[in-house]
């Protein structure tokens, strides 16, 4: 599985839990922001926020599922064993390449937890994706998923008792039923910016002298 699913530490690296104001930027509107809610996610052993910053793409590439994810975290903890402090200690990431659907970061790892500096390559993907939420979990989507497109699909319908709502997105989800819309607190749609591949390297590719 490339470059690991994160993180191991040894005990002696303790990574602090994240602060306030990470949290309040969490978000993945921007590649950046991105970068920086994974970074979050990760710091605070926060499972199933670690599993929402990969792409459909990784999940599947991958074979993991949320159900799956904590089992195939363990299973890795001893490929990349330090990726969890180099994601902490890493610098603010800048832009290797950027497209319309995708975006290479980079981010600094200074020392010393290494000898020499290096390098976090994060490859990042710009999705669809639909959500509702219900008066019971205001906070948290109940129902959604990630699409190709938002905009090229027919998101919601009622039944001819307008007692339950639908879903039809493109083929690349499917159909899905949802709650009572008299309980339907919010419903997004819209595009973000998830984790998509990662590794860590000791040189910056080639081409690119320094980073700032």
Known sequence: MAAALLLGLTPACRVPS?????????????????????????????????????????????????????????????????LRWALYRADAPEFLDRQDRSALLVARVPGPLWVND????????????WEVSVEDTP?????????????????????????????????????????????IHLVAAGWEWKIDDFTVVDELPEGIESIE
């Open 118 to 129: 290096q390098y976090l390559l994060v490859t990042l993907r710009r999705q669809g994706f």
């Open 139 to 183: 906070l948290q989507p109940e129902f959604g998923d990630q699409v190709e497109d938002p905009f090229r699909s027919q998101l919601f319908w009622f039944d001819e008792e307008g007692d339950r709502f639908f879903v039809i997105v493109d083929d690349f989800s499917g159909r899905a039923e949802g709650a009572d819309p008299d309980s």
């Open 18 to 82: 994240p602060t306030v104001q990470q949290g309040l930027e969490y978000g993945f509107r921007t590649p950046k922001q991105a970068f920086e809610s994974w970074r979050t996610a990760v710091q605070g052993d926060l499972l199933v926020e670690e599993y929402r910053c990969f792409s459909r793409r990784w999940r599947a590439r991958n074979g993991v599922t949320l159900l799956k994810y904590g089992e195939a975290r363990d299973e890795l903890l001893s490929e990349v064993p330090k």
